[in-house]
């Protein structure tokens, strides 16, 4: 079965700094790989996804993730956030036919 | 405008008590999910749907049970069975199978349960 790790529960971070959160999978196949956006009380939105080609994957509100196949990881990053960026953030991998998630990263902006 | 509903927003059992809630799609999806988070846990599958009168458990299918009678619906009951039912519960759809098509999940708004 395939799993998905998120290294950090939470991320605290100034306005305007860079960020990246962490993401690692395991997997033996080839895998479809997701970030989703959780905002307080809300569902979940789509940040961005990979499927295939090229492996730096743009999303909505300035995020980005590069897919490393040798590290199995799928890392996404923003080089400046905003204190709207405040949310939780899932990372996902597709398995058959159901996506498995990862524990979620709470990240945290300060003005 | 097309999305998932789910309601109602809050929700609260007593001891002994099964509740439904309910997940409506106006998106003419085929599979449909349901989805409990716990703070520090993540998501977690409970059960879904790929077509109408047929579904599969997920990771954590005990306590709960599940319908699809119409493509459109798909309502969770969390039975007294379920010793700890306070969580947010999500519902979500897609096309069809993920892989088929790298399909996405649409989430509704999701629901709170608490117990009494």
């Known amino acids: 079965a395939q799993s998905v790790t998120q290294l950090d529960s939470q991320v605290p971070v100034f306005e305007e700094a860079p960020v990246e959160l962490r993401c690692n999978y395991s997997?033996?196949?080839?895998?479809?790989l997701f970030w989703y956006v959780q905002y307080p009380n809300q569902g979940l939105q789509l940040l961005l996804k990979?499927?295939?080609?090229?492996?730096l994957v743009k999303g909505i509100n300035g995020f980005e993730a590069e897919f490393n196949k040798s590290q199995t990881s799928f890392h996404l990053r923003k080089p400046s956030v905003h204190i709207s960026d405040t949310a939780e953030y899932f990372c996902?991998?597709?398995?058959?036919?159901?996506?498995?998630f990862g524990t979620g990263t709470r990240l945290q902006v300060f003005p | 405008d097309g999305g998932i509903t789910q309601s109602p927003k809050y929700l609260f059992r007593k001891e002994g008590q099964n509740v439904t809630l309910s997940c409506e799609q106006n998106?003419?999806?085929?599979?449909m999910y349901w989805y409990r988070q716990d703070p520090g846990q993540g998501l977690r599958l409970i059960y879904y749907?790929?077509?109408?009168?047929?579904?599969q458990k997920g990771d954590i299918a005990e306590g709960y049970s599940v319908s699809r009678e119409k493509k459109e619906s798909f309502p969770l009951t969390v039975t007294s069975a379920q010793k700890n039912p306070t969580a947010f519960y999500l519902c979500?759809?897609?096309?069809?199978?993920?892989?088929?098509?790298?399909?996405?999940?649409?989430f509704g708004s999701g629901t709170q349960l608490s117990v009494l």
């Open positions: 979500a759809s897609s096309i069809i199978g993920l892989r088929l098509d790298g399909g996405m999940l649409f």
């Open positions: 997997s033996s196949v080839s895998v479809y």
């Open positions: 990979y499927l295939s080609g090229s492996t």
């Open positions: 996902a991998v597709s398995e058959t036919d159901k996506l498995i």
């Open positions: 998106l003419n999806h085929d599979a």
């Open positions: 749907s790929q077509i109408v009168n047929d579904f």
